[in-house]
Structure formats: structure tokens, C-alpha cells
């Protein structure tokens, strides 16, 4: 049976608040008293829980970091991001995912409750953006990374979505390519709309296939385009995924890459290194909006302002021999 600060206290003849105080060496506690309580910590074997550690000053040393599916391909470095800096911070990090929907959002609840957490970074799920914002209006101290656009009336850290747009069509544009097929995410993402607006704004086309950020929305779109007769010499895909699915497909066609279709992606996975022809893509920073979003919390559980406007970070192109 696990050992409780309850136990601790009854062993030693003192309140859990006192037991609190010795773990947190606050100095209001009496050297007997605390050598008492210590003793007792050793006999009975007592590991503190981050709760009963933070409970006399406070704090519990935590930040709580709710995702949509850790499956999103870039999560990992958002994450790690994240995790180097709380940790360097002395913080520890609550990872809350919404994969099962409303039960992982009421399971999230149950931890705010309990204030198992100080302060919330958050990759925003779904449908869980009112519930975020009435945390924040609540006294919660929240950052969002990448804001998809939506604006938050909370602190967030973003990139240049629209820039990276433009970016990859002045690209295409410098190695002669004038007929574009544009591949999108879903249209209801604001980054999905600042992208393609960037993207248009500098090569116009009129041959745009909105689909998901998956491998199948590439492939699908270019079997189409091809089906129908679209003339296109470059395909611009709002993501890596896209992209691959799109050179599948192209190959498949017959189709040289980059000497028939040149080719773009966005956010530079991994992976981008490594298909054939590797990819020319847009970089997002997705670990060191991580490490921004989390430095930005912990400045505000410091007792530092919280900036009003979104920190925005920005996208690079990367050019390989796609494009």
C-alpha cells in the first residue's frame, strides 16, 4: 500500500500542512518538529507526490500540455521543445491527448480541478477552444502553439503561414513553372487559408484539391488531376505528407520529378530528407515554437507580463531536388 502524506503527518503527531513545509524546507517549522517529520519520512519510506511537494507554497512545479493525437507527424518536436525547457525550468510536464473526445476532455476537466498543473500549453484539439478560453478567463495561465489561425484572447506562438506560402510559389516561379496544383488541408484551419492565401497571391491558379494532411489526399489529387486531363507543371502541398503521396502518385504516371512536375511541401519532416527526389519544402519551427510557448509560461508563472500579440516565428524554405 502506498505510503500518504496523511500517514506521514499521523506518524509524526503534526498537520499535513506541517509535513508540506518540512518537504518544501520552509522555515516556519521548528528544527525538532521538522528532524521528527524527517525521521518519520525515512522509517516509513514516504515518496512525495508533486501535489503534496507544491502543496505549502502553492505550486505544484507542473505544466499540463494538452495535444490532439501524439500521431500528428511534427508532434515530437513540439514536444520535445517543450520538455527541454520546463525541465531545464525544474518544472515537470502533464501530457493530456484528446483521442478519445469528450471522455479525454472531461478527464482533462478532473486535473484542472484538482490543480494538478500550474499552467497549460496547448496543441488545440478540436472543438476544444471555448473550453480553453474559459480556463484562461478563469485565471489559468495558457499559451497555445500554432494558433491555426484562430486568434486566441490568450498568449500563442505561431509561424508565417502566409509567407511560407508565397515562399514556395516564388520558388516555382524561379524555376519556370507557371501552372500549379495546389493540395490543402482542410479549408476550416486558419493556417490552411493563410498558406494558400500567401501562395496565390504570388502564382495564381485556379486548380486548388482540398483534402486532409495525409499521404492519401496527395496521391488522390494528382490521380484525379491526371484522370481529368488539369495541365500542371508544379504541385504546391500544404504539408510532407501531401507531398509524398503526391510524388507517389507522380511516379506512378510516369511523370519526372522535378523535370515534368516540380514539387513543394510544408513543415520539413524528416522524411523530406529522404524521398526520391528528396523534397524542396517550407520549414516550420516546430521545436522552437515549443521551447518559445513554454519559456513564454513559465515568464508568466514568474510573475512576468504575458505578451498581448502572438509571437510569430519564421518559416524558411528548404530547397532540394523536388523543386
Keep these: 500500500m502506498r505510503v500518504t502524506i496523511s500517514d506521514v503527518a499521523r506518524a509524526a503527531g503534526v498537520s499535513k500542512t506541517t509535513v508540506s513545509r518540512v518537504l518544501n524546507t520552509r522555515a516556519e517549522v521548528d528544527a525538532a518538529t521538522a528532524a521528527r517529520v524527517r525521521e518519520v519520512i525515512d522509517v516509513l519510506g514516504y515518496v512525495p507526490s508533486s501535489g503534496a511537494v507544491g502543496l505549502a507554497r502553492g505550486s505544484s512545479q507542473t505544466i499540463g500540455m494538452l495535444t490532439p493525437s501524439l500521431t500528428w507527424p511534427w508532434m515530437g518536436e513540439v514536444l520535445q521543445g517543450v520538455a527541454d525547457t520546463v525541465e531545464a525550468a525544474g518544472y515537470g510536464m502533464l501530457l493530456f491527448t484528446c483521442n478519445r473526445g469528450a471522455d479525454s476532455v472531461a478527464h482533462f476537466a478532473t486535473q484542472v480541478s484538482a490543480r494538478a498543473f500550474d499552467g497549460l500549453l496547448v496543441i488545440l484539439p478540436e472543438g476544444t477552444l471555448d473550453t480553453v478560453t474559459a480556463l484562461h478567463r478563469r485565471g489559468m495561465p495558457v499559451v497555445l502553439v500554432d494558433d491555426h489561425g484562430h486568434r486566441p484572447a490568450f498568449p500563442s506562438v505561431a509561424t508565417t503561414n502566409h509567407a511560407g506560402g508565397a515562399s514556395a510559389a516564388a520558388r516555382l516561379l524561379a524555376t519556370g513553372r507557371s501552372r500549379p496544383l495546389v493540395i490543402t488541408g482542410p479549408a476550416r484551419f486558419g493556417c490552411v487559408r493563410e498558406r494558400l492565401d500567401g501562395f496565390t497571391d504570388a502564382l495564381p491558379t485556379g486548380l486548388v484539391v482540398a483534402g486532409e494532411f495525409t499521404e492519401d489526399t496527395g496521391r488522390d489529387a494528382v490521380v484525379r488531376a491526371l484522370a481529368e486531363g488539369r495541365e500542371f507543371d508544379s504541385v504546391f502541398a500544404h504539408n510532407d505528407l501531401i507531398a509524398a503521396g503526391a ?21 520539413d519532416l524528416p522524411m523530406a530528407r529522404h524521398t526520391e527526389p528528396p ?25 512576468g507580463p504575458m505578451p498581448d500579440e502572438p509571437l510569430v516565428l519564421p518559416t524558411e524554405l528548404v530547397v532540394r531536388r523536388s523543386a
Aim: hydrophobic residues 50%; positive net charge; without cysteine.
Design 279 to 303: 523534397l524542396t519544402t517550407v520549414r516550420q519551427p516546430m521545436r522552437a515554437m515549443g521551447e518559445a510557448a513554454a519559456r513564454m509560461l513559465l515568464a508568466g508563472l514568474g510573475g
Design 247 to 267: 510524388l507517389r502518385a507522380l511516379r506512378a504516371a510516369g511523370r519526372s520529378v522535378p523535370d515534368d512536375v516540380a514539387l513543394v511541401g510544408f513543415d
